[in-house]
Every structure is written in structure tokens, then in C-alpha cells.
């Protein structure tokens, strides 16, 4: 019986550390306008962006407030903004 209340309070904790670290925002600051450049073949350009953060839960990914990137290509030419 002891054995089965220390597995339950592991698994608990277990699942409140994996609760805790889905709201946990890493900054970081990867993303340059060389790579996008180097990624898109000259055909995207990161003009600027303010903040970017790393997202580990529940998938990792990367997110960027405020960027602006431009689009040149032969039959495009465009400015995007995002916001968040």
C-alpha cells in the first residue's frame, strides 16, 4: 500500500512539473535575418522584430512579437507584419 501512495505522489508531481513548464516562456534571440535569408533562398527578409521566445510545451516552438519581414520575388513583392 505504501508503495502505490509513493508511485501516485511521483506521478502527481510528475504531471504538475509538465503543467508548470507549458506556461514557461524561454527568451532567446536565434532567429537573425542572415538565416532567414540563408533558409528562403534571398526570397524572405527579416526587416526587424522586437521579441522572441522558446515555447518547450507542449510542442517546442518558436514565436516572434512584432516582426517584419519582406517578400521579393519575381512575380511578388510584399511587406508582412505580425503582431501578437
Excluded: G, R, Y
Amino acid at each position: 500500500m505504501k508503495k502505490i501512495k509513493i508511485i501516485s505522489l511521483i506521478v502527481f508531481l510528475l504531471v504538475l512539473l509538465l503543467v508548470a513548464l507549458s506556461f514557461f516562456k524561454l527568451p532567446i534571440n536565434t532567429i537573425t535575418s542572415a538565416t532567414v535569408m540563408e533558409q528562403t533562398n534571398n526570397t524572405v527578409s527579416l526587416t526587424s522584430s522586437e521579441e522572441q521566445s522558446l515555447i518547450l510545451l507542449p510542442k517546442p516552438q518558436i514565436e516572434m512579437k512584432e516582426a517584419n519581414f519582406s517578400i521579393q520575388n519575381d512575380l511578388l513583392s510584399a511587406d508582412l507584419i505580425t503582431k501578437m
